[in-house]
Structure formats: structure tokens, C-alpha cells
């Protein structure tokens, strides 16, 4: 079948000539099919039955361009390929946390997957001031399984190289390279400033040397360090949600890195949510001078504690990994025979500078999130101008902090601290 971009119409007709989506399904003359994709990059479709919804699915089609453009930015539609891949793999390594892919077809660059219909992007759910009580645990455990079991640290150095080679993705390491590490440190046709946003803020980044460096910098671990198989755009709209459940979707940007870049993105997007949190429970009525059980405090006390929790979660959890496939093979990645007090060592010399890495992914991040094509939601949709740019200048400032000192960090809560200075700076 040629490829063509699928409308409501033509995909229900598709949906007849595929059997198991056709079993799953029921009656195809009672389907409700909704497009739903609000994203950058593609076409998405929640199909249920109208008779069980609990008969449902997600048909997700990529376009040949970059859908946030338009058809003047091409884009090849086969990262729908290097996404089915990434989804098939990280099911397999974390299965709890990753929908599962119920039918692909590479010539229609289309993936049906599994409906998560009782959850909700985190991104929405942390705006409304939800709390989730296993999301740190669910996401530290699932950038562990998947970061860990991807890596020289687990895979012979064989299987490696061939994963490696599997899972070029270079279109989209391309928009990576470009819209986070280059062009929000410039003063780029692409950026998107907002327009009460002070000029000082963004000389300050601009006419840095020291932070252009850093930035690129970061640009070449990126593009030079393949440590495991990434997610490669994990953020707070790529996970899913509910009081139990967590799910990573959206792996299209998947490719070998480093694996403090997965950890960064997550950490930034966080930490975006904590410094714009002070506007969106005002909103929300939350104002503890008129009612003291409405104060906003506990719900900022309770984001940064994620933030804390993910990074050490994470980090005991890829470590016991590591030391029990060392128990259970009688070797590691160093050799034989090493002693314990090595191991340790380098154990944790390498743990402290994913660290760092995380951090200076972060710090990118955010700028790219404040300047950049891509904007966050947490941010962007605040209609009040001034009080817009006052976060968007806090966001920078923590961004350069992180930027330029990720190596003098030598434990999370130092960041949570300091993301707590910079909610309270002024313009």
C-alpha cells in the first residue's frame, strides 16, 4: 500500500484489513475516531468502540515534516521505524512502564499501541497541582531497567555495536543538535522570545562566552558518547499518568547516547514545573494569606522532592543493577578478579558524572524550553505577560547555574536548593 496521511475516513477503512486490530476492535461500523495529536510531529488517533470503550486503541501515523512547521521543515516519516523499535525494547526491559505496540506497519509509518485510557500527560496533571505517589519511583525505575540494560555495563561489547548500529536515528538527532544545543544560544530565526522577556536576560546568555562553551560542550557528549538506548525526548509530555500507573510513550527520537541525557530532560521539565507553580495554584484559588489550607507550599515542597527522588532513585537503582549482573557473572566491566573497593570506585566515579551530565543537559533544556522553537506548557500558555517573563527569567538563571557548575554539584538536594533561590528572584 503507498504511503498516505490517514484521516478519520481512510483509517477506519485501514483498521479493516489488519486482523488482530480487527479482532480487538468489534463492529468497524461502530468506531468513534478522534484525532487528538496536539504534538510537533505527528498524527494521533484515540479508536474506540462505541458500544465498549474499553475496546480501544492508539494509532499513531508519523508525517514526512515537521508537523509544528509544516511541510517546509521535511522530515523522514520512518522514525515511525526507529519508534516501534525503541517501544519493543524498553517493553521488554521495563514492561510495567511502556505501552505495549499492538501493530506496526513501516510502509504506512503507523504504530496502534495500547490505550492508556485512565491516564493523563503529566505535564496537565502537574499544572492542575495533582500529586502522583509513585512517580519518582515509577520513573527512576524505569530510566534504570532501560538506561542500564542498554549499556556496555550489561550487553557484550558485540551486542552493543550492533544495537548501536540498529538504531541511527539521525533526522532527528539532527533537531536535537540543532533546537536544543545551538540555536536557543544564538539569536536564531527560529527562537521564539516572549515579548516581555528582559533584552539584559538574553544578552546575559548570548554574550557569555563561558556559557556558549559549556553549551557545546554538552552538544559533543551528545553527538559522541552512545552509553545506552535512550529515550531521547523524555519530558513531562512524554509520560502518562494516573494515581497507580505511569507510562513513557513516544520514543521517536530514540537513539544511542548518553545516558545522563534521558535524566536531564526528565529533571529540566520538573524542574520547569516547580518555578511556574507559583502562578498556576493562584489561579487555581491557592492563596494561604486569605485561607491557610489553601497555601501552595506543600505542593512546591512536593515537586522539588520529586525532583530529589528521581535523581537518587535512579542512581541506587541503575547501581544495584550493575553490582548484581557483576555478582551473577562472576565479572564486570572492568575484568576479573577486581576487589571490592575498586569496583566501588568506579562504581561511583561514573555515577557522579552522569551526574553532572544530567545537569548539564538540564540546563540546556530549560533554555531551549525559554528561548527555543518548543515552548512548555507551564510557561507558555500564561497569559499575564510580565509575571511570564519573571519565571522565564528565574528558568535562565537556573539554567546558566546548572549550566556552567554542573561539576561542582555533588548531590541533588544542591540543585533543589538552588531551584528554590531562583523562584524567588525578581526582574
Known amino acids: 500500500m503507498t504511503y498516505q496521511a490517514l484521516t478519520p475516513d481512510t483509517l477506519a477503512n485501514y483498521l479493516r484489513q489488519v486482523p488482530e486490530l480487527l479482532t480487538l476492535l468489534g463492529d468497524m461500523d461502530a468506531l468513534d475516531i478522534v484525532e487528538v495529536g496536539d504534538g510537533n510531529l505527528n498524527l494521533v488517533y484515540f479508536v474506540g468502540s462505541r458500544t465498549n470503550p474499553e475496546r480501544s486503541v492508539v494509532v499513531k501515523q508519523a508525517l514526512p515534516y515537521l508537523r509544528l512547521v509544516g511541510e517546509g521543515w521535511p522530515l523522514t516519516r520512518h522514525r515511525a521505524d526507529r519508534e516501534a523499535h525503541a517501544l519493543k525494547v524498553f517493553g521488554a526491559r521495563c514492561p510495567q512502564h511502556v505501552p505495549e ?198 505542593y512546591l515542597a512536593w515537586l522539588l522532592e520529586q525532583v530529589a527522588q528521581v535523581w537518587d532513585g535512579f542512581a541506587q537503582k541503575f547501581t544495584a543493577l550493575w553490582a548484581a549482573h557483576d555478582a551473577s557473572t562472576g565479572t564486570s566491566f572492568m575484568g576479573s578478579g577486581r576487589d571490592d573497593a575498586s569496583l566501588s570506585l568506579f562504581r561511583e566515579a561514573f555515577m557522579q558524572r552522569v551526574f553532572s551530565d544530567s545537569l548539564g543537559f538540564a540546563g540546556c533544556e530549560l533554555v531551549r524550553r525559554t528561548l527555543g522553537l518548543a515552548k512548555v506548557a507551564e510557561i507558555a500558555a500564561i497569559p499575564d505577560a510580565t509575571a511570564r517573563a519573571q519565571i522565564e527569567v528565574r528558568t535562565l538563571r537556573l539554567a546558566e547555574a546548572l549550566l556552567l557548575g554542573r561539576t561542582d554539584f555533588q548531590c541533588i538536594s544542591e540543585v533543589t536548593d538552588l531551584a528554590e533561590e531562583c523562584r524567588t528572584l525578581t526582574l
Open 101 to 298: 505496540v499492538l501493530h506496526f506497519e513501516s510502509a504506512q509509518s503507523l504504530i496502534a499501541m495500547q490505550h492508556l485510557r485512565a491516564h493523563i500527560i503529566l505535564r496537565k496533571g502537574l499544572i492542575d497541582g495533582i500529586t502522583y505517589p509513585n512517580l519518582a519511583d515509577h520513573l527512576s525505575s524505569y530510566m534504570a531497567q532501560t538506561l542500564f540494560h542498554g549499556s556496555d555495563l550489561y550487553l557484550s561489547a558485540a551486542d552493543k555495536k550492533r544495537a548501536v548500529a540498529a538504531t541511527t536515528n539521525t533526522e532527528l538527532c539532527k533537531i536535537t543538535e540543532d533546537l536544543i544545543f545551538t540555536y536557543p544560544f544564538e539569536d536564531h530565526a527560529t527562537n521564539v522570545y516572549s515579548p516581555s522577556l528582559p533584552r539584559a536576560a538574553l544578552q546575559r546568555l548570548h554574550n557569555d562566552p563561558a556559557v556558549s562553551v559549556a553549551a557545546a560542550q554538552m552538544k559533543w557528549v551528545f553527538m559522541n558518547q552512545a552509553e545506552s538506548l535512550l529515550h531521547g525526548d523524555l519530558h513531562t509530555g512524554s509520560v502518562m499518568v494516573n494515581q497507580t500507573d505511569t507510562y513513557v510513550i513516544d520514543p521517536e527520537f530514540a537513539f544511542y547516547g548518553p545516558i545522563g541525557f534521558d535524566v536531564g530532560l526528565l529533571l529540566a521539565n520538573l524542574l520547569s514545573a516547580y518555578l511556574s507553580q507559583d502562578w498556576h495554584r493562584v489561579q487555581a484559588g491557592q492563596n494561604a494569606a486569605q485561607d491557610p489550607a489553601q497555601d501552595p507550599a506543600p
